[in-house]
């Protein structure tokens, strides 16, 4: 990889996938003639495409593809119609997301949720919950916990009744490279973390809140605060301006950014970064938007492709180190939604200056404002 040469995986995978992959590779065009880089951006099915390709979901040349990239830019897997039809083991979700992560160790995502003062409308919460608007960055370990923990299985005990076995698993190396992930974040930010766990009835989260702790004695500018996850959920919805960082395990992570990403106004708003070990200027990254796959608009032209687009800008930043880039695509999202493009999910009516468009309006409109 050259200082401004980057190989890119680009997997669109199901749904919406495709429609939403090709607005933000179309983006990123855009920015590499501005910023002089060059992408080499290989494209490869996964999921159900990939299924139908070579009968897995993460097919050997896509799983080259990715080895050969320096950052994999991913769309979304899973229709929920044809899962039936296999094996969970062989479902797009397990055999091709978890083992990403687990392949590359990926194991800390990234979801920053943005409310827009222009998307104020499209937030579930009364307008004085906004404050003067939401920031939250949401540092999710990605690799642990009950999700990847052993022994996961089912069981039959006989007479009609089956066990179901998951669970959960940390060790203190894990919860230390999350926590400095998160402190880190915090520096950069309003310097607050807030570290989510359940230490009042798992030793998972006596020994979390223990490590977060010691490890936060080494960011004397960070302020720490714990809370009890179930807290956690509720004061989202409460007072969700008082959140900087949140530190969450895998599976409330998993949770909670699900719950957050409502605050800015829609999954098609909300990008993601997953990051594994840094080489030297360079962190390998998986990145992708936060909502699914959406088989019921797909070829619609109606899904937003913002998530998708905002994650390109993220990979630009993490991986590739190209911050200015990312902040223009970023300038770009929020300058057309200020000037009121909409697709369906984040458009009103009552807005006197909103303008409905389709997936690839959007994009149009974004790379043009870069």
């Excluded at 980057?6 to 501005?34: N, S, T, W, Y």
């Excluded at 910023?35 to 799983?63: C, M, N, R, S, Y």
């Excluded at 493009?341 to 984040?346: A, E, L, P």
Aim: charged share 25%; glycine share 10%.
């Amino acid at each position: 990889m050259s200082a401004k040469h980057f190989k890119v995986a680009a997997l669109a995978g199901d749904g919406i996938g495709p429609e939403v992959m090709l607005q933000a590779i179309k983006v990123l065009r855009g920015a590499e003639k501005k910023f002089d880089f060059k992408l080499e951006i290989t494209e490869a099915p996964v999921g159900w495409a990939g299924i139908d390709f070579a009968k897995k979901a993460l097919p050997d040349i896509t799983l080259a593809v990715c080895k050969r990239s320096d950052a994999i830019l991913f769309g979304s897997v899973g229709l929920p119609d044809r899962d039936p039809t296999i094996p969970k083991e062989e479902r797009p979700e397990r055999a091709a997301l978890l083992r990403i992560r687990k392949e590359f160790g990926l194991f800390a995502n990234l979801r920053p949720v943005r409310l827009s003062k222009a998307l104020a409308h499209a937030c579930p919460l009364a307008k004085e919950r906004q404050g003067e608007g939401i920031d939250i960055l949401v540092v999710r370990e990605l690799t642990g916990g009950m999700y990847f923990g052993q022994p996961k299985t089912t069981e039959d005990l006989g007479a009609g009744q089956r066990r179901a076995i998951d669970t959960m698993v940390y060790t203190t190396a894990e919860i230390e490279r999350i926590a400095h992930v998160a402190f880190k974040a915090a520096q950069l930010r309003r310097k607050k973390v807030t570290s989510i766990d359940k230490a009042n009835v798992l030793e998972n989260g006596v020994l979390w809140r223990e490590v977060v702790t010691r490890v936060g004695q080494q960011y004397a500018d960070v302020a720490l605060e714990h809370m009890f996850v179930d807290n956690g959920a509720m004061q989202l919805m409460l007072r969700p301006t008082q959140f900087d960082v949140m530190l969450c395990e895998n599976m409330f992570g998993d949770i909670l950014s699900d719950e957050a990403a409502a605050l800015g106004g829609s999954l098609g708003m909300l990008p993601s970064a997953s990051l594994g070990a840094t080489s030297g200027e360079c962190t390998f990254g998986f990145y992708e938007p936060a909502g699914g796959t959406a088989p019921d608009i797909a070829g619609k032209n109606l899904a937003n492709p913002i998530a998708q687009i905002l994650s390109s800008a993220l990979m630009l930043r993490h991986s590739f180190g190209l911050n200015e880039a990312a902040a223009a695509i970023e300038s770009a999202v929020g300058h057309v939604i200020d000037t009121g493009y909409r697709t369906g999910d984040i458009f009103s009516a009552s807005e006197p200056n909103a303008r409905k468009v389709g997936t690839r309006e959007m994009g149009e409109a974004i790379a043009a404002a870069i």
